[in-house]
């Protein structure tokens, strides 16, 4: 829950720590409409199912979300942990998302979605496997003004914070080994 409000309040930037390589997550701008996002797997603030981890088969959760705005171009999905002892760590970055209310079945890209880098070094989904302690998974909608533009993980991130309209997010918990 602590980082569903400092997104939605847009008062803190997630940044990458200790001169590491990894992306930040996008730029907070002022404050933009919320956006609702749920899950059938896991309810805001508890536990994402271990099929869902490194512990299980690893696939994405189910992600709806609904209030997009109407003139909304395009949405992105971003899954971050800003608990990773090297920064926060992206986990997924979707992207070219049907400006609509909807969602991303489990384990699925739909059709038109592009993929941008994760911190794992490929793109494409990366599964929770924190090392220890209690990682927080945000998963972030973003509806945006205009279709986000590829690049770097960094510059694609950079991109979406500069066209958001409007944001949600739904934190999921796992717990290390």
């Known amino acids: 829950m602590r980082i569903a409000t ?10 990458s720590g200790c001169g590491g390589d990894e992306p930040a997550t996008p730029p907070a701008s002022s ?6 996002v749920t899950s059938d797997a896991f309810a805001d603030g508890a536990t994402i199912p271990a099929a ?3 512990s299980g088969d690893g696939r994405s959760p189910d992600v709806a979300w609904s ?3 109407a003139g909304a171009a395009s949405l992105a999905l971003v899954v971050s942990d800003p608990d990773a002892p090297s920064g926060t760590f992206i986990h997924w970055l979707l ?18 979605a592009r993929q941008g880098g994760n911190s794992g070094g490929g793109s494409g989904w990366t599964a929770p496997c924190p090392p220890s302690g209690t990682h927080h998974y945000a998963f972030t909608v973003h509806a945006l003004r205009a279709k986000a533009q590829g690049g770097s993980t960094q510059e694609l991130l950079d991109d979406i914070g500069g066209k958001t309209v409007a944001r949600g997010t739904l934190t999921g918990l796992v717990a290390g080994s």
């Open 95 to 112: 992207y070219d998302l049907p400006p609509e209310d909807g969602g991303v079945a489990a384990g699925e890209v739909p059709a038109g």
């Open 31 to 36: 404050a933009v409409p919320a956006l609702t």
């Open 67 to 69: 209030g997009v705005p």
């Open 52 to 54: 869902f981890t490194c």
């Open 6 to 15: 400092a997104f939605l309040a847009g008062g803190v930037l997630l940044l």
